[in-house]
């Protein structure tokens, strides 16, 4: 073969080329919208409200019990053993507590106070096992000083000397005796 008909062969093969180029790029232009066009609008989203879930109830837990009750003022006797007291302040509340371990029958009480002395009394009815005792506060913030007990022959008498204006409620458990003592006074500092 000749170098001219090569030539020639290569020329043939490239107007193909050239043809098959045109052609293709004439349907696309042909095919496409030239035309200025707007973005696609976006896609109308319909939001729909849920309704409100239902209020979930409230369980309010009902307010427990006390782990005590509250003893009645009056004369009926009870029977036992008495434990020591334990004395308590509470400087947040203003109040003092006495704690009485107790064993046996509770019975009723009574209290009263005197004024002139700063004293407030107790006195659990019944025929109840107790040793005397004359015991001091030794802080001395608590208004309470000192606390003595005693047997009267059908109660036992607690006198809380010190400046309250008596027993608020006495209240107990099933092996303790708790009198609350409230509205303290204001004392004057003891050296």
């Known amino acids: 073969m000749s170098t001219k008909r090569l030539q020639r062969i290569m020329l043939q093969i490239l107007l193909v080329w050239c043809t098959l ?21 976006a896609p109308v989203l319909v939001v729909q409200e849920s309704p ?8 309010e837990a009902a307010p427990p019990t006390p782990a005590f009750q509250l003893l009645a003022q009056g004369k009926k006797a009870g029977h036992g053993s008495l434990g020591t007291p334990v004395i308590a302040w509470d400087k947040n509340r203003a109040e ?10 509770l019975g ?7 004024d002139k002395v700063q004293a407030s009394v107790f ?12 015991m001091t506060v030794r802080d001395k913030s608590c208004p309470i000083r000192l606390v003595q007990t005693g047997q009267h022959g059908t109660f036992v008498r ?9 027993v608020q409620e ?4 099933t092996d303790s005796l708790i009198l609350v003592l409230g509205s303290v006074q204001q004392t004057r500092s003891r050296h």
């Open 21 to 41: 180029f045109l052609v293709l790029a004439i349907t696309t232009v042909q095919g496409l919208d030239w035309s200025p066009q707007l973005p696609a609008p």
């Open 158 to 166: 607690f006198s809380l000397v010190g400046a309250c204006t008596g």
């Open 170 to 173: 006495v209240r107990y458990t």
């Open 96 to 105: 003092v507590t006495v704690t009485v371990p107790w064993s046996g029958s």
């Open 52 to 59: 409100a879930p239902a209020p979930v109830p409230i369980h």
């Open 108 to 114: 009723e009480y009574s209290a009263f106070h005197f």
């Open 123 to 134: 006195d659990l009815h019944g025929q109840w096992q107790m040793k005397a005792a004359n």
